[in-house]
Each structure stands twice: as C-alpha cells, then as structure tokens.
C-alpha cells in the first residue's frame, strides 16, 4: 500500500472508507517491519492505548489521527529525553503549546523521534540512544537533527511529525529523506515547551509526504501565544485556504552562492531541470547572488553556540538530571556534565562559552550579531527583486554513517539552510527528484511570513516534480 | 585620607507575582518549594514573560529619583553555576538598564546632602540554599521575585552616611509602595564598595557583600576603612577583593580575590524583547505616582505646622505618614495630632497595621480638644480601645462627660476628706503633698471624669476652712 498522508487519511475517515483503527494498525505494521532498521522512534505508545486515546477524539477536526513528535519537544504522555544521557528519565510536567494544540485540533502523540542530542548535528548520529538510519539506504544517514522524524514520515511509520529547525535541522533531514519539512518565520509557531538550543534560532516545524499537509499542520500549530515572548502577534490562519499549485507570475530567484560547481554535474543538472519546470509553470527565474552566503556558517555556529551555552546550563547535576556524586557541588556539576553530555554538546558549549567571555565578545559573538543583521538584510533587498528564493536544500544527499566525522565538514552540510535561518525567514524543502538514486530536497525560502505564497509555489513544484 | 562609598541596593518589588512567571511572589514564610512552576523552575522548554507591574514599580523608583528611563532597553543573561540558580544564568539587565543618572537627597545631621545614582535595573532574584546536618537543601520560592537594582555613584563619604542614605532611600521606597524595604527579610539588600583615597588621589576598592541591616552597613564601611588605612599608613597595597560580612562577630570575611573574579559572560536574553517604555506609558506611570516623602513633608511643614523632625518621624512608615495625614485633616488642630500619632498611638504600634482606626483617634482628639473629656480620661479610652478592641465612640458616651458641675466637685471632695482624716491632718500640719494624694483619691471616685486642677482647687478651698 502506498502510504497515506495526513490528508488523504483524514479525507479516508470522513468519507467512512478507513477506520481510525485501521490506520494506527497500518502504521503500526509499519513499524513493526522497518523500525527494527530505521530507528526512527525512542518512545513509542502502545497500540491499544494509542487507539483508545485516538477514539475519544474523534469527533475532532483532525479525528484522533497520529502523529510523532521529535523528542526535544515537550511532552506529558512520553519522557522528553533530547536524545541525551542527562534527561533519560526527564518526564516534562507540561505541553509544549504546539502540541497541545494538535491535541486540541484532535491528533494524538504517537511517539517521540529520536535527533542528534539537544539538536546539535545534521546525521542523528549524535543522539546518545543510537542513531537513526536513512529508510531509503541504511547504510545512510536520515539527516539531522530532526532524522527520526523525517525517517519515521519516509518510512511510512507516522504520518507525519513535528521537528525542529535551528539551522536547517527540519529542511535537511526532509531533503535526504525525501518528505516535505518546513520552517516556519521565526516566532509564528511557538516555542514554549520546545528544549531550546539556541533560542533566537529555534522554530518548530512539520515533516510530512506532502506540502498540502504541511499547510494543514502549520494552521493548527501557528498563532500567538502569550507564554513566548518572542511569538509573534498574529492570529491563527487556514493555511489550506487558499492552497493552490500556483508559480504563475512569481519571480523565483536562484542565488550563485546556492549552485557552487563543487555540486558536481548531477546536482547541477537537477537545478537546471528545476529552472526548466519552473518556467513550465509560468514563473520567471532570476539569476542572483547573496554574498554574504559565505559568512552565514561561522555567524550561526558563533551564535547558535552562544546561546546553547547558556541554554544548557541548567542540565547541573542538581534537580532532574542525571547526578554524578562528587565531593563538592561544583565537582557534582563539573562531573553530571562532562559524562551526560556528548562530545558535539560539549564542543559547542566549549565554542560558545569562548565567544563570550570577557575580551573576546565583540570580537566573536558580537560581530556575528552584526553579520547577522547585515544577511537578513541581503534577504530584504533581494525580496525587492524576487518573490521567492530557491535552490538544493542540502549540498548533497544522504551521505554514509560515519563519513562525516570531522565536525567541519558535517557543518557544511546546512549550509544553504543556514543563511535563512539566520534572517528568520520561512523556507521549506519538498522532494526534487533523485541523485545518486536517492532523494534530494529542492528549498524555496521566503519573505517572512510570506507561508502562503510559499505553501502554494511548493505545492505547484511538488506536482511537477513528482 | 578620605573614604569613597559607592552602594549596589537590591529591592524586592512588592508585585503579586514573580518577574517572569504567574507564581506569588510573597514567599516569605511560605512553605519551602510551594511557589514555583516550571518557568522560575528552568525547566526545559520554559520561558519567560515579563511582568509588566515590576517594571511599573521599577518606573516609579526611577521619576522619583529623576532618573532617565531608557525608551529601549533589554534583558541580559549572567551566566554562573550556582545550585541555587536553577537556569545556570540570572535574567538582569546589564547593556542597557531600565534608567540612567537621578540622584536622592537626604539630610545627615541637618545637613542636606545629594548622592547620585548611576543607574536603575531590573532581574530576578535566586532561591536560597537551606544548610541542615543531612545536606543541604534548596528553596526555589525566591526564585524569580523581581528584584529592582540600584547603584550609586561613588558619593557617600562616611560609613554614617551611607547608612543615612539607604535609610532615606527605604523611606522614599515606601512611600512609593513599590517595596516594604525591609531588610531583615531581605527585601532590601546592600552590596558596597569602599575605598580610601590619599591626598586625593583615588585608592583600591573593595566590595563588601550581603549587607542586612542598618547596622551592618555602618559597621562593616567602618571596619573596612579601618582595613585600608592599616595598610596604607603601613606601606602596603590595598588588593581589590570582595568581602562578606560576619554580622554576629563584626568581622570582614574575604570572600574572594581578583584572580577569582567571575566571567559572566553576559549577553542579551534571546526569550525575551527589548523592553520599550513609550512616553505614554511613562505619563501612566507618573500619573499613578504616589507623593514623594520630601514633597510630603515639605506640605507638613507648610501646612500643618509641624517641625523636621516631628515630619520625618511619621515618613518613616508610609502608612503612618497616610494615618496621620488623615487624622490631621479631620481635627482642629492638625500639629497636636502629630503627638498623638507619634507619642500615644506611637507605643501601640508595633505591626504594620495601625492599632485604631483614624475615625477613632480623631473623635478621641476632638473630645479633648472640644474639653468633654480630660487628656488622661484619653489616654485610658485610647488604652482600653486599643487593648479591647472597643470603639472610641461607645467608650467616649460610657464614660460620660467630665464632672464639671461645681456643686458636684464639691460633694465629692467633701467625701473623700471625711474618708482620709489622716491626709487632711498632715495637710494642715503642714505637709501639703497630701493635697496630691487627696486629689489622687478624687479622680479615683469620679473614675477620671474630673479636671484634676479643678479638683485640687476645690480641696484646697474646703481644706483652708471655706
Ligand atoms: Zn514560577
């Protein structure tokens, strides 16, 4: 069976043709098959349970129907681990509000996906439970961070999920799973209950098999909310209203920096097929170039990195952490953190904690403050000329576990997802066809809240791509 | 060689809830970790909303010290590991504070002197370590109670003054009800630098910390520049160090060394937004400002007559300078009723309440003032009112009016001369202060309703044969 998406399940239950019960056992069998292999959950709900809990929403907009959660988002029924040895047993007391509007809008929390600890990695190998594996090859990566979700979506074993992109941790994955994933602008989805990494950066976003459902997520889980500060005050919007296939009249925009040579002929090639279709679909590509490209990935590790410093802080060894006894509380904390924490967290605690310190502030975290601005700033002028950005949402596809083990070039690998990210902006990656014979993610970023307008040129690109 | 002081004064706001969270903020003898939620908790996923009553409370400290409020200013991370810390980071604001400049004049030993503030910041307060012979235990009530912070430029030249300063500041706090200042709790608290300069020349500073009371403040200014000029009437160097102070054993306790000064690698809290004060919100503020107690007294003096020192010992407590103010209005003469605040009601009030309400004292005051009853015939309604909890009213009418009828004064001094032979056999003898002791047995019988001149006179009158 060719797995459903969100839609079609939901237009499935309307129309009496499925059962909700049928579906969690479809999903289920699923699971059974390939996550043995994949890895793509590190809690799971029992099928039964599952079901009951789905039945009593049924009568919901969303009618009881699954979805997984990436397991750095906060959760009651499952502990909210970050795929870290430090919050093992942590069990979050509240929701995060992104899901506990799923659970308003009728979804039920099927599981929590496994990420590279804390969201820090583009593999899932950083996770302290295992990695995941890529449902297309398993000898490959599902990306990261958000690679449990994505694996989970590809592999038929949730019909969709939530992730979370800092850098590109929702894009990436998507692209080397072949799954849509989507960043919305900074501050229309909320991050309460979302772990923070680095929190200026943090959006929560859906992974699902198409873009129509990711227009239907986003208008559940987007919408001010007052317990984050940073949320923006807009009201809640049916992104599905108004979702049609349509690039007619848009001027796409693909910037230089996002088609190095280095990409080699087979990547090139697909871009220039994309430019093709595009142009089919009525649209205009316009060649341009973002300069300050190549500065986004030091400024994002300069101030992700920062931030997360702080962010961790507070996993000491004193309250729901892991506890390593020591004489002293300061040997307590220094020794909780230097066994809970992996060795990506550490180094980018180490890296961030520089960036900060005293005499060297300006130097580091303040001048990538100030490029910061200066790329979100590119963005905005670019926006004058074109209407959308696109290009490959990963340099390349899934790659090998383990090929990556210098961190640099593991970096490299948001690179196009980066950039955006810095300026706020939503973007999102839908499957643009085959490399290497295995998927490989088109991005189309947008203007801040441009989500419609994005929605449907993804959908229109989604069709023709498929 | 002159002493510099400089103060850091840390006043908890008097707001119901904490500065980033809906939990109480009176946790004072509250239960040990009763008033806490996962936001002051730094649970993973939590985050911070600003309570926006603490920074109309931080607003009114700032226009009374003629402060200038910052339009933008923003919230900053300082980032220590301490147990009773639970984000790893204190939420402050440290680039730009609430307000800048102001100053407060107050009088030392008649004189009027003016210290100036260098600026006025918002943060929340930390939990409190709890030592017991099992360990150490944590209380996190505290945790996130708005704090505002005030320093000073270095203006203070005596350790008396110091003292003199923040007792002037704790009235002017309580004046504007934005904090009960009272330092036993540790509602006020006070950090201090000190330093001794030679020939003018400024000298080495050091930090004395966790000042918590009146007397600790003067003590430890004092032991410190006795430290200091030991030293460099020896020769040596004054070391920049932090000290704590040993209120039991008047002792400077060092605390650490320069070497050990901390790195908090401040930087701007990304879960929260700048802060922006608009002028209309500033009006609002300033519109609900209550009177200053320089102003107050000042109208005091005008008014109603009352001398410096009557009018600073009601500014004391703002709710006895109220009390006052509303006795004062109601009776004709508003200076007498200065003394009976201060000095009858005075020795009742203990509490934070006043002992009688002010209807009482005003129709107490105007019986004595309109001659229905004696002052003493006062003191004993006042007493029993206060002690019984009886209304000034129904003891006023009990009590009838005074035994003013002559023919009356003289049955009853008539009476107690047959009853004393022995006092009016010394009386005439001689020994006149047995008239005191008649006139004592007298008002005994007329149960304090007499005049005692009058009484006396009467006696005297029937003793010399009338
Ligand atoms: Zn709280």
Redesign the interface.
């Known amino acids: 069976m060719t797995p459903l998406d969100l839609s079609e399940a939901l237009r499935a239950l309307e129309e009496k043709r499925l059962s909700l019960s049928a579906i969690v056992d479809e999903l289920f069998r699923v699971i059974s098959e390939r996550e043995p292999t994949v890895r793509a959950f590190l809690t799971l709900a029992d099928k039964e349970e599952l079901k009951a809990q789905a039945s009593a929403q049924k009568e919901k907009p969303l009618r009881g129907l699954p979805i997984a959660v990436k397991d750095n988002?906060?959760t009651v029924e499952f502990p909210?681990t970050?795929a870290s040895k430090l919050?093992e047993r942590?069990r979050?007391?509240?929701e995060?509000t992104a899901v506990a509007r799923l659970k308003a809008a009728g979804m039920v929390v099927q599981g929590k996906t496994n990420l590279d600890e804390f969201a820090m990695g583009s593999s899932t190998e950083n996770s302290a439970f295992g990695p995941t594996r890529n449902p297309w090859d398993p000898e490959r990566v599902p990306g990261g961070s958000s690679g449990g979700s994505a694996a989970a979506v590809a592999a038929g074993e949730a019909l969709a999920a939530l992730g979370s992109d800092t850098g590109g941790s929702v894009r990436q994955p998507a692209a080397l799973c072949g799954v849509v994933g989507l960043r919305p602008t900074y501050g229309l989805v909320s991050?309460?209950?979302?772990?923070?990494f680095?929190?200026?950066l943090d959006t929560i976003g859906p992974l699902t098999r198409s873009v129509r459902d990711a227009a239907l997520l986003l208008s559940v889980i987007a919408g001010h909310d007052?317990?984050?500060?940073?949320s923006l005050p807009v009201p809640p919007q049916d992104y599905t209203q108004g979702l049609r296939p349509s690039l007619a009249g848009l001027r796409l925009g693909l910037p230089v920096e996002y088609v190095p040579k280095e990409l080699g002929p087979e990547v090139l090639a697909l871009v220039e097929r994309w430019c093709a279709t595009i142009e089919e679909l009525g649209g205009q590509v316009v060649r341009l170039s973002l300069p300050l490209t190549e500065y986004a990935l030091p400024t994002y590790y300069l101030i992700a990195s920062?931030?997360a410093?702080?962010n961790?802080?507070?996993y000491?060894g004193?309250?729901?952490t892991l506890r390593v006894p020591a004489e002293g509380?300061?040997e307590m904390?220094a020794q909780s953190r230097a066994l809970g924490f992996g060795r990506e967290v550490k180094r980018r605690i180490a890296l961030g904690?520089f960036a900060?310190?005293?005499g060297y502030?300006d130097q580091y975290?303040g001048k990538a403050q100030r490029v910061r601005t200066l790329i979100a700033q590119e963005f905005a002028e670019a926006f004058q000329r074109v209407d959308l950005i696109f290009g490959p949402t990963s340099p390349t596809p899934a790659f090998r576990l383990g090929e990556k083990a210098d961190p640099l070039s593991m970096y490299l690998s948001d690179l196009f997802t980066i950039p955006s990210a810095l300026a706020g902006l939503p973007a999102i990656s839908i499957p643009g066809g085959r490399v290497d014979g295995l998927p490989f993610g088109l991005q189309l970023i947008g203007p801040r809240l441009s989500e419609a307008r994005l929605l449907s040129a993804a959908l229109a690109l989604e069709e023709a791509l498929r | 060689m002159d002493v510099v002081i400089g103060l850091e004064i840390h006043v908890q706001l008097l707001t119901r809830t904490k500065l980033f969270c809906s939990c109480r903020a009176d946790y004072f003898a509250a239960p040990p970790n009763t008033l806490t939620c996962?936001v002051c908790?730094?649970?993973?996923?939590?985050?911070?909303?600003?309570n926006k009553k603490a920074v109309e409370l931080a607003l009114r400290v700032a226009l009374a010290l003629g402060a200038e409020v910052q339009e933008v200013s923003q919230f900053d991370?300082k980032?220590y590991?301490y147990?009773d810390l639970?984000?790893?980071?204190q939420i402050t604001q440290r680039a730009v504070p609430l307000a800048r400049g102001g100053a407060l004049t107050f009088r030392l030993a008649g004189q009027e002197r003016t210290v100036r503030v260098r600026e006025l910041h918002l943060e929340e307060d930390a939990g409190k370590l709890i030592h017991t012979e099992r360990g150490?235990l944590?209380d996190f009530n505290r945790c996130g109670v708005p704090l505002v912070e005030i320093v000073t430029e270095p203006d203070l030249r005596s350790p008396q003054e110091a003292r003199e300063f923040l007792r002037a500041l704790r009235t002017l706090l309580r004046h504007l009800r934005v904090s009960t200042a009272d330092m036993e709790k540790g509602e006020l608290r006070c950090d201090a630098n000190i330093s001794v300069s030679v020939d003018g020349r400024p000298g080495t500073k050091t930090e004395i910390k966790n000042l918590n009371s009146f007397k600790a403040v003067e003590r430890a200014l004092q032991a410190a520049a006795e430290h200091q000029r030991a030293l460099l009437s020896r020769g040596e160097r004054v070391e920049q160090v932090t000290f704590g102070w040993d209120e039991g054993r008047e002792e400077l306790l060092l605390q650490r060394t320069k070497e050990e000064a901390h790195?908090y690698?401040?930087?701007p809290d990304?879960?929260?937004?700048p802060l922006v004060v608009d002028a209309m919100w500033l009006a609002q503020v300033q519109a609900a400002m209550p009177e200053p107690p320089w102003e107050r007294e000042a109208r005091w003096i005008r008014a109603f007559g009352l001398n410096p020192s009557e009018a600073e010992a009601l500014l004391v407590d703002p709710v006895r300078a109220d009390y006052f103010e509303e006795v004062a209005r109601a009776v004709p003469n508003p200076k007498a009723a200065a003394g009976w605040v201060l000095a009858e009601l005075g020795q009742y009030w203990t509490g934070d309440e006043p002992p009688l309400p002010a209807a009482d004292l005003v129709a107490l005051i105007r019986a004595v003032e309109e001659g229905r009853i004696t002052r003493p015939q006062a003191k004993e309604i006042l007493e029993k009112a206060v002690l019984e909890r009886t209304s000034v009213p129904v003891l006023l009418s009990a009590a009838g009016g005074v035994v003013r009828d002559e023919e009356a004064l003289r049955a009853l001094a008539e009476e107690v001369l047959r009853e004393n032979p022995q006092a009016v056999a010394d009386y005439r003898a001689g020994r006149t202060q047995a008239l005191g002791f008649l006139v004592g047995q007298a008002l005994r019988k007329a149960q304090g309703r007499a005049d005692p001149k009058r009484l006396a006179h009467v006696l005297q009158t029937l003793l010399s044969g009338g």
């Open positions: 988002i906060c909210t970050c919050l942590y979050s007391p509240f995060a991050r309460y209950g979302l772990v923070a680095a929190s200026s007052p317990k984050d500060s940073t920062a931030e410093s702080a961790l802080a507070r000491d004193v309250r729901y509380v300061g904390i904690t900060l310190s005293a502030y975290y | 996962p908790l730094g649970l993973p996923g939590a985050l911070p909303v600003l991370r980032n590991f147990p639970p984000k790893g980071y150490t944590i790195d690698r401040y930087f990304p879960d929260l937004v």
